[in-house]
């Protein structure tokens, strides 16, 4: 039997072993991880964000158009963000596209409409992102500065960042 206690304290003793080298080597990525995350490397996160954003704006407007022409094309929508955030009503021009009041306060409330609250995946992980507060994102109005498909002046709500920028084309549906 002493031989029989000697091997099974050695097996318990190498499975202990074991599941503390794993433990060891879990919390050792997943501390590379956490640094990694929140590095110094802050203009990356806001890159990605702000990309984020456009990204959100353009599935945003398309989204509008084709509920618009499903609706059977009504003046105004109830728009739903994708993630069921935020619920707006939309005036819709006779294109289809969201008819925004040419001003600063317009552009304003079309960003937070897509920006209030993002999520952003990075290397397979989702982050909540305040965009408000953590990109920065600068808002202007260039009232009749660029002419449009049809040859006419249209306003333009530009939303950018140090060394990034987009721009949306007032009652388009056009974003660049």
């Known amino acids: 039997m002493g031989h029989d206690e000697r091997g099974a304290r050695q097996i318990m003793s ?3 072993f074991r599941s503390v080298l794993v433990f060891i080597v879990i919390m050792l990525i997943v501390a590379g991880l956490y640094r990694s995350l929140l590095s110094d490397d802050r203009d990356a ?3 990605v964000g702000f990309e984020s954003v456009k990204g959100a704006m353009q599935k945003g407007l398309v989204q509008m158009h084709w ?3 499903f609706e059977g094309r009504p003046h ?4 739903e963000t994708a993630r069921a955030k935020r619920i707006d009503r939309f005036d819709i021009n006779k294109k289809g596209w969201p008819d925004l009041a040419p001003s600063i306060d317009a552009c304003i409330s079309l960003l937070h409409v897509f920006a209030s609250a993002e999520v952003v995946e990075v290397s397979g992980l989702e982050l909540n992102v305040n965009v408000e507060k953590q990109l920065g994102i600068k808002v202007e109005f260039i009232p009749k500065q660029n002419i449009n498909d049809y040859g006419e002046r249209v306003d333009i709500c530009r939303f950018s960042r140090e060394g990034q920028k987009f721009e949306y084309y007032l ?3 056009n974003l660049f």
């Open 14 to 16: 190498s499975k202990v």
């Open 45 to 47: 996160w806001r890159k």
């Open 67 to 69: 509920q618009w022409e």
């Open 76 to 79: 105004s929508i109830v728009y």
């Open 171 to 173: 009652g388009t549906g």
